[in-house]
């Protein structure tokens, strides 16, 4: 159970604060959307022009003429801006149906602030999304300032960089992402929450560039947020002192996409990076009793993503390949750097009625003949996906079938969610895991659970 | 002075009966839908505001970014509930990013917008070049065309089209299946001085098989402008 509930006068108190910095932000929205700081009145213009084309703000004049009506050349070298403002309010609740109690409750507000700065002939724009949580466990409490997005980018002509605290998506294929490499897991956080929500946001340069039917993303990570971060749950051998141990690793790659005109999106990546999966060495401790310590290993991934819309369907398929990929041995705990390739072939149709439906088909395999990892070299999963939204998407019901082939692991997800107005949004997950001791979902195999979420977006 | 008036009565009878008398010059249905869709949408880079109502009142938001006939940026600014809910279409490819997954997914031209309101029908203002073009009648103030999809993954396959002869207007639509069977009727209407031009600025979609399901899309402003090429880009649509 938990031992330090809430108490009513502690709870209000606290909502207390977080409507209150909730109001300012909403206070501070209202002054949002594309205001111009300190501009003088402006002559019209015979032609619009679009200041900052990045964000879509304008100019506003404030002599009343049409925003359209005011060119770049009206305003040389005078500092502009323009921002916007919004935020949620809300609660996460988790139950475990196992243990039958809370597991974990999560009061937060997420604050996200973008805006454009124009001086000149300059455009530069600028995006803080962030969070003030406070997440009590029945082991802990956490009270966190967190940053998911926290910096400045600059729009040219075909290309544009971004520098700073972000989030990088890449892959095609939905349950679990096999490509999307570029950011850490908090691996504090629940493994069943959104793959996206789990994301560690890192310091990175991120240079895009656009050219007819080719793209191309540079990325360069040369701080990353720490990442060995186990330091609760799994085993009560896993020597906690490891994150005194943490070194920073240079990450960098890239991706290249072509879109042939068939509609065949084809990007090829490679990104080396920091291990994803935690690892683990045998050691003696302090006390020299045997612990297991946490370690951090280079990786290098190389893979290709594609995906293939036609009428109302969409073929989508990922590949990676690490050719020195870190696994602990399921039977002994022995650390192991063997290739590794991961596929997951997935297939969307959206019927006229809305209902969306996908199948996919997902393989783990370890190039190793080693007897210590004999049971999990081979491991392959089918998952089936329906999300039908209804009313205008004011209620939404999604399902989510993975299991393995060939093994008893099954998640079986069932998702709610629904806006009681236009700005109150809540979701109901229910979890149901069938695990082994081995696989994909070997972790996750105690933890079903039921989530709920509410939260007011203003 | 009467000799004078005369002259010119002669004269302006002479032209006008060789006005009349000159056979009138056909116009090909391709350079029709060309004129149409410089009606319908600015030749170069716009960007503009719309507004998709639903007949039961339900109301969203869009800014369209439109980059040469075939690259287009979609954002949702309204409701709250859909706000980040962005789109991109490259020729006859669609991504959206989902906010809720934080993800960008490919989608298909065809899934639906808003309501009545395909994907397609904002972000693909243009049919030349997508259709083929038969003027199926010829009255005496409107063409109707028919119009047979060139390309795969359009969002409809065929079109009917009604363009007022002078103006080059389309009037009104109705969108059929492969089959010919009509999906959803459309009219053209509200035309004003918008983006450079007189543009319809409202385009009300109706449902051929309920006739009480409709949606409706207001123009609320074009802009021309010079767009960064940039932002059509799947890696910027978060």
């Known amino acids: 159970m938990i031992k330090n509930a809430y108490t009513p006068v502690l709870l209000i108190c606290r909502l207390f604060t977080y409507l209150i910095l909730c109001l300012g ?13 300190g501009l003088p009145s402006y ?38 801006m323009s921002a916007d403002c919004s935020g949620e309010l809300g609660y996460e609740q988790n139950y475990s149906l196992r243990e039958h109690m809370s597991t974990s409750s999560r009061p937060f507000v997420i604050f996200n602030v973008s805006g454009g700065l124009n001086y000149g002939k300059e455009d530069y724009k600028l995006s803080i999304l962030g969070r003030k949580e406070t997440v009590k466990t029945n082991r802990r409490e956490r009270k966190d300032w967190r940053f998911d997005e926290l910096w400045l980018g600059k729009t040219l002509e075909s290309s544009r960089i971004i520098i700073g605290l972000q989030k990088i998506t890449w892959g095609e294929t939905f349950g679990i992402p096999i490509v999307d490499i570029v950011n850490h897991q908090d691996n504090n956080e629940h493994p069943l929450n959104s793959f996206e929500d789990n994301k560690l946001a890192s310091w990175m340069i991120n240079y895009q560039m656009v050219t007819h039917s080719w793209n191309l993303q540079l990325i360069a990570s040369p701080w990353n947020q720490q990442k060995i971060a186990q ?6 051998l896993i020597d906690k002192s490891s994150d005194h141990d943490y070194r920073n690793i240079f990450e960098f790659g890239g991706r290249i996409g072509y879109l042939l005109e068939n509609g065949l999106d084809i990007k090829a990546f490679y990104y080396h990076h920091e291990n994803h999966f935690p690892v683990f060495e045998p050691t003696l401790n302090s006390q020299f009793f045997p612990v297991l310590h946490q370690v951090q290993k280079e990786e290098d991934s190389l893979g290709v993503s594609q995906s293939l819309a036609f009428d109302a369907s969409v073929l989508r398929w990922d590949l990676i390949y690490m050719p020195g990929f870190h696994i602990n041995s399921p039977i002994n705990g022995r650390l192991f750097k063997v290739p590794r390739l991961g596929s997951a072939l997935g297939y969307d149709y959206a019927t006229d009625f809305d209902l969306l439906f996908g199948l996919q088909l997902q393989s783990e395999i370890l190039s190793s003949s080693h007897p210590d990892l004999e049971e999990i070299d081979q491991l392959h999963y089918f998952a089936t996906q329906f999300i039908y939204p209804m009313s205008l998407d004011r209620f939404q019901i999604k399902s989510v079938t993975f299991f393995g082939l060939g093994s008893d692991e099954i998640w079986q997800r069932v998702e709610l969610m629904f806006y009681l107005f236009n700005q109150v ?13 081995i696989g994909l979902l070997s972790r996750n195999r105690d933890l079903d659970r039921l989530y709920l979420k509410i939260a007011w977006q203003f | 002075m009467r000799v004078q008036f005369l002259t010119l009565l002669t004269s302006v009878f002479c032209v006008a009966t060789a006005a009349q008398a000159k056979p009138e ?3 090909s249905p391709d350079t029709i839908i060309q004129r149409v869709d410089e009606i319908r949408s600015p030749k170069e880079d716009f960007k503009m505001m719309i507004e998709v109502k639903n007949n039961d009142g339900d109301l969203s938001t869009f800014e369209v970014f439109t980059k040469g006939k075939d690259k287009t940026l979609i954002k949702t600014l309204t409701p709250d509930r859909d706000k980040g809910r962005n789109m991109l279409m490259l020729g006859e490819n669609m991504w959206a990013f989902i906010p809720n997954l934080k993800r960008t997914v490919r989608i298909s031209l065809s899934q639906k917008l808003m309501g009545e309101a395909a994907n397609g029908d904002i972000s ?7 259709y083929d073009a038969k003027i199926e009648k010829d009255e005496a103030t409107i063409w109707q065309l028919l119009l047979t999809a060139q390309k795969k993954g359009l969002t409809y396959d065929k079109l009917i089209v009604n363009v007022e002869k ?3 207007h389309p009037l009104s639509a109705d969108y059929l299946t492969k089959s010919g069977d009509v999906l959803k009727h459309v009219t053209y209407k509200a035309y004003k001085d918008i983006g450079g031009g007189s543009r319809p600025t409202e385009i009300l979609i109706e449902d051929a098989m309920r006739k009480n399901i409709s949606s409706l899309i207001t123009i609320k402003s074009i802009t021309q402008t010079t767009l960064s090429e940039a932002i059509f880009n799947q890696n910027a649509l978060n």
């Open chain 1, 425 to 437: 949004r809540a979701d109901l997950i229910w979890d149901d895991i069938q695990g082994d001791h």
């Open chain 1, 25 to 37: 932000f909403s206070f501070a929205s209202s002054f949002g959307s594309s205001y111009p700081v």
């Open chain 2, 166 to 168: 002078n103006t080059f």
């Open chain 1, 43 to 80: 002559k019209a213009a015979d032609a619009p022009v679009l200041l900052v084309s990045e964000n879509t703000s304008y100019a506003q004049p404030t002599s009343g003429l049409p925003e359209t009506m005011i060119k770049r050349e009206d305003l040389p070298g005078i500092p502009w």
């Open chain 1, 231 to 236: 330091t609760e749950g799994d085993s009560l």
């Open chain 2, 124 to 130: 693909r203002m243009k049919w030349s070049g997508d």
């Open chain 2, 25 to 27: 010059e056909k116009i």
